[in-house]
């Protein structure tokens, strides 16, 4: 499902390195927590996962695709088949939630049949159906998360990559986006979720893979957190 | 591109949701729009009229080319024959001493009474007035025809020509080089204007690249945001033009018709609209591109 193959990150214009070396694997239907403090380059995974940036050297492989080989033309196909949830929401702000849910069917193509089945199916698994026609702007957090969620998942991908997706809300709410996800996984599909959360992660007992100053410390099934902030 | 009609009719809903989420910025780019193409409105309504007064002035002009008392009618078609061999001659017209005494009596009119009884004796002489094809050769063409036997001077306005000539030239160099200046700094400030609006969303266009769609697809509702709103700009802008040419055509063409006329609004408007809705459309495509471009890379 997703293949780290000995990847180190080093950007341009820097000495440091991000990521050293690491090598891990995400079979399909897993759910793993990538952790690690500030700087450990949780981010840069999720940046190498989604194609924004390439590995120095190493192989990364998501569904079978190498993902550095990816052309420029052929990034927004390979974009489409994942679930991207960020901690800033990042919904349209131009458009309201079922419009936001509906985006990733309309950049695929779909009829508006399939847009007018699923995204009502989304909106009600989030509990949105009430908040269809709202702006983002007029949302709580956990709303846009939620909303944001439904988005990634509209097209039913086969992994859902989410970047400190509790970041900006508090214990309830995030309990709530965890159990969304979780839900999610139960369903079939494999998420992988960068956070620095420990309560996140012991509340989940999940895969966890730490990262500390670009290496893996710790590839832990049903592990938790106990660094944090 | 890839885009077919349930696409744009996306791309179209897309661009009018921008353009109400920043309608502030949009009624700015469009009121600028307006203004720059004020500017090039009046740019090519001054310019016409000063094109068109040209002519008439040219299409005026002319060489008469008096001949000498008693030249016989077999001589005078010789002269008519040898005027149409000088090659700036664009047209030749015959005034017999008779055409010219009635042209006497028809221009003093109920004074004219001084004039009668020289029907007998007409002082006058015959001429040819002719038209140039170059105003700017006037003084070798007059030269040409005064040296025809049987001429005995020719007459011409020359200073009166060629300043008006120099005045149209330089008027045209001077408003074509402040009109390219001008529409340089509007298509500055146009860009400008919607970048800012790009701007505001650039947060949504690097969310669009992270769920997956194409450039063409974030690109493609800005473009049409930018040319919706040259549009309007450009619409808004000529019905301001028409109105402001109309109440100043009225203003001059009073005092002018008598030695000139200038074109009828009616007569510019289709010329104007066709410009406004090109310059309108090129500004707000390219401002969108443009300001867009820098944040779709891959």
Redesign the interface.
Same mark, same amino acid.
Not at chain 2, 206 to 215: E, H, I, K, L, P
């Given at each position: 499902m997703i293949y780290f193959e000995n990847v180190t990150k080093q950007y341009a214009n820097s000495d440091t390195f991000v990521l050293k070396d690491i090598s891990f694997y995400v079979e399909r239907g897993e759910f793993v927590f990538i952790i690690g403090g500030s700087g450990a380059g949780k981010s840069t995974i999720t940046k190498l996962i989604i194609a924004e940036e390439k590995q120095t050297s190493g192989s990364i492989y998501v569904n079978d695709v190498n993902v550095a080989e990816l052309k420029d033309k052929e990034i927004p196909a390979y974009r489409r088949s994942l679930g991207i949830v960020f901690q800033e929401f990042r919904l349209l702000s131009t458009k309201n939630i079922y419009d936001n849910i509906a985006f990733p069917l309309r950049i695929r193509g779909a009829s508006n049949d399939e847009i007018e089945e699923l995204v009502p199916q989304w909106l009600d698994l989030v509990r949105m159906t009430d908040k269809a026609y709202s702006m983002p702007s007029e949302l709580s957090g956990g709303e846009r998360q939620r909303a944001a969620i439904a988005r990634a998942m509209v097209n039913n991908p086969s992994v859902l990559i989410a970047d400190e997706p509790t970041g900006n809300l508090d214990p309830i709410i995030t309990a709530e986006i965890m159990d969304y996800l979780r839900q999610i996984n139960e369903m079939g599909t494999t998420i992988l979720v960068v956070t620095h959360d420990p309560n996140v992660v012991n509340s989940m007992q999940k895969r966890v893979i730490e990262l500390n100053d670009g290496y893996i410390t710790r590839d832990m099934q049903r592990g938790g957190y106990t660094f944090g902030y | 591109m890839d885009i077919n009609i349930k696409?744009l009719g996306?791309f179209i809903k897309?661009a009018f949701?921008?353009l109400?989420?920043?309608r502030n910025v949009a009624i700015a780019s469009v009121v600028i729009v307006m203004s720059s193409l004020c500017l090039f409105g009046a740019y090519i309504a001054i310019s016409m009229n000063v094109d068109y007064i040209s002519k008439q002035f040219r299409s005026q002009y002319a060489i008469s080319a008096y001949l000498e008392k008693g030249t016989p009618d077999e001589r005078v078609e010789e002269i008519r024959e040898e005027l149409n061999n000088i090659s700036n001659i664009a047209t030749i017209n015959f005034i017999s001493e008779d055409d010219a005494l009635n042209y006497c009596k028809e221009m003093f009119g109920d004074d004219a009474d001084f004039l009668n009884g020289l029907e007998e004796d007409n002082p006058l002489r015959a001429s040819f007035d002719v038209t140039l094809k170059d105003l700017t050769k006037a003084g070798e063409t007059k030269e040409a025809i005064e040296k025809i036997i049987d001429v005995s001077w020719a007459k011409n306005n020359q200073d009166f020509v060629t300043k008006i000539l120099n005045i149209t030239k330089s008027f045209k160099n001077g408003s074509f080089v402040l009109m390219l200046l001008f529409s340089l700094i509007s298509v500055f400030i146009v860009s400008n204007t919607i970048k800012i609006s790009v701007s505001a $969303?650039k947060?949504?266009i +690097?969310?669009? $690249? +992270?769920?997956? @769609?194409?450039?063409d +697809?974030i690109v493609c509702p800005f473009v049409i945001e930018g040319i919706i709103i040259g549009l309007i700009g450009a619409l808004i802008g000529y019905i301001v033009v028409l109105i402001g040419y109309t109440y100043c055509y009225y203003m001059i063409a009073g005092y002018i018709e008598s030695l000139v006329s200038i074109y009828k609004t009616h007569q510019l408007a289709l010329l104007l609209f066709g410009c406004f809705i090109l310059f309108g459309l090129i500004i707000g495509a390219l401002g969108s591109v443009y300001s867009v471009k820098r944040y779709i890379k @891959?």
């Open positions: - | 696409k996306s897309d949701d921008g109400w989420f920043n $969303r947060e949504d +690097y969310t669009m $690249r +992270y769920v997956g @769609a194409t450039n +697809y @891959a």
